[in-house]
């Protein structure tokens, strides 16, 4: 069975901060990872993907790929209380099947 | 630019009666579609996909079934609800494989 893992949580962090949030997968073949935010009764946001080996950055936001490792995590820097959301990992598996983790509750604190 | 619709928002349903969700797409041409169910507090588990108009693969045998009968438009449907089918149902689409995913926004079902 192929997997994304992530720590449920709550990750608390306070306000100002920087966030991290960590993702692991089994399937040493995937590829084409994606980080959604997805607020309480809403869709799940896409707001990152990243395909390559390294960082990517957008704004206040860096997604970092070590495929030698397998993870995927997500760095949200000067956190604010509108980025208090459920965080999903997802990535193809060398099967071109998406699969997503159970995802992260993030609270930032004032 | 894309946008992606569904509705019902909300439905509330007894056991027993039919469904039908419908999905669509505006501003792209032959997307890969795709019918999720989230139940409450847990993660994405797929349910079909589409990468062309009478293409559905099936990844969880149960009651639904889907059909994708034009090349923006996905439908979810149900003969007979279950309990168990109650749950958020949300339709994506992306660009092609390996692509990202676009979610729409949503309908929650409530089996009674």
């Known amino acids: 069975q192929k997997e994304v893992e992530q720590n449920s949580g709550p990750l608390s962090v306070p306000e100002g901060a920087i966030a991290s949030l960590n993702c692991t997968y089994s399937?040493?073949?995937?590829?084409?990872f994606f980080w959604y935010r997805q607020y309480s009764g809403k869709s799940p946001e896409l707001i990152m993907f990243?395909?390559?080996?390294g960082d990517k950055e957008d704004g206040r936001f860096t997604a970092q790929l070590n495929k030698a490792s397998q993870y995927v995590s997500l760095l949200i820097r000067d956190s604010q209380p509108s980025d208090s959301a459920t965080y999903l990992c997802?990535?193809?598996?060398?099967?071109?099947?998406?699969?997503f983790g159970s995802g992260t509750r993030l609270s930032i604190r004032p | 630019s894309q946008t992606i619709h569904q509705w019902p928002a909300t439905l509330v349903q007894p056991v027993g009666s039919p469904l039908s969700l419908e999905c669509t797409v505006e501003?792209?041409?032959?997307?890969?579609l795709y019918w999720y169910r989230q139940a409450a507090g847990r993660g994405l588990q797929l349910l079909f996909y589409?990468?062309?108009?009478?293409?559905i693969s099936s990844e969880v045998p149960q009651n639904l079934s889907a059909s994708r009968p034009q090349d923006r438009q996905f439908i979810l449907s149900s003969k007979k609800l279950l309990l168990s089918d109650s749950g958020f149902y949300l339709c994506?689409?992306?660009?092609?494989?390996?692509?990202?995913?676009?979610f729409g926004p949503g309908t929650r079902l409530t089996v009674t």
């Open positions: 501003g792209t041409s032959n997307p890969n």
């Open positions: 997802a990535g193809y598996s060398s099967a071109s099947k998406i699969i």
């Open positions: 589409s990468v062309g108009i009478g293409q």
């Open positions: 994506a689409w992306s660009p092609g494989p390996l692509h990202e995913q676009y």
């Open positions: 990243i395909y390559s080996n």
């Open positions: 399937d040493r073949g995937s590829q084409s």
